[in-house]
């Protein structure tokens, strides 16, 4: 009789650890496919952020864009000289809530900037400065738009920026054809809701 019980003993033993280990692998399993199901949720939050980021952010630019090309065309009109710079950016401005404010370089020179406050130190030469010249003669030789950033502004904090070249239809003495000459540059600065602060110019 001791040597039955003596033999269950074993027997229930043998049940208790496979079920120990039963227990534990499916904790372990558990465990498993809960961290996969969180990385995948942190994934698909991190991808959405990233997204409404891009979509903010291209739309901002849209803007800053559509901003550029309507001041541009209103200083081309008047060909090439800058009259009620400020009415007209207010006006602008307007419809516009990202854009944080309207500049204007002559032969490079960032002289007109509304609203001015908070932005005086944007007063710069475009083709002096040593982080901002190279694009801007680029921008000049080949007459084309140029991004730079994300980099530091001088208004404070980062941005990125947008250089657009006007240039201005000019009539040469020796020859009645017209020719392009550079100008003024037409900086947008434009804030943003997301981490990073965007400029255009």
């Known amino acids: 009789m001791f040597k039955l019980y003596k033999k269950a003993n074993h027997s229930d033993y ?19 496919y809960v961290q996969n199901k969180q990385r995948d949720i942190e994934r698909h939050h991190a991808q959405s952020l990233a997204n409404n980021f891009s979509r903010i ?8 864009l559509s901003l ?3 001041l541009k065309e209103v200083i081309l009109s008047h060909d090439g000289k800058v009259t009620n710079f400020n009415e007209t950016s207010a006006d602008l401005l ?3 809530s990202a854009v944080r404010a309207l500049q ?3 032969a490079g020179k960032v002289t007109y900037i509304y609203p001015l406050k908070g932005n005086e130190a944007g007063k710069i030469d475009l ?15 080949h007459k084309t738009t140029v991004i730079q950033g994300p980099t530091t502004l001088k208004q404070g904090g980062k941005g990125l920026i947008i250089r657009t070249p006007i ?8 020859s ?7 100008r003024r540059f037409l900086p947008v600065l434009i804030k943003t809701s997301a981490p990073l602060a965007t400029t255009t110019s």
């Open 14 to 32: 043998g049940l208790i650890i496979a079920a120990v280990v039963l227990l534990l692998m499916f904790n372990l399993s558990f465990l498993y």
């Open 57 to 64: 952010l291209n739309e901002e630019m849209k803007n800053s």
């Open 68 to 70: 550029t090309t309507t």
């Open 94 to 96: 307007k419809n516009s």
């Open 104 to 106: 204007l370089a002559p």
């Open 127 to 141: 083709l002096k400065d040593p982080v901002r010249a190279p694009l801007a003669k680029y921008a000049i030789s």
């Open 167 to 174: 240039f201005i239809k000019k009539s040469s003495g020796a």
């Open 176 to 182: 009645p054809s017209p020719l392009s000459r550079f």
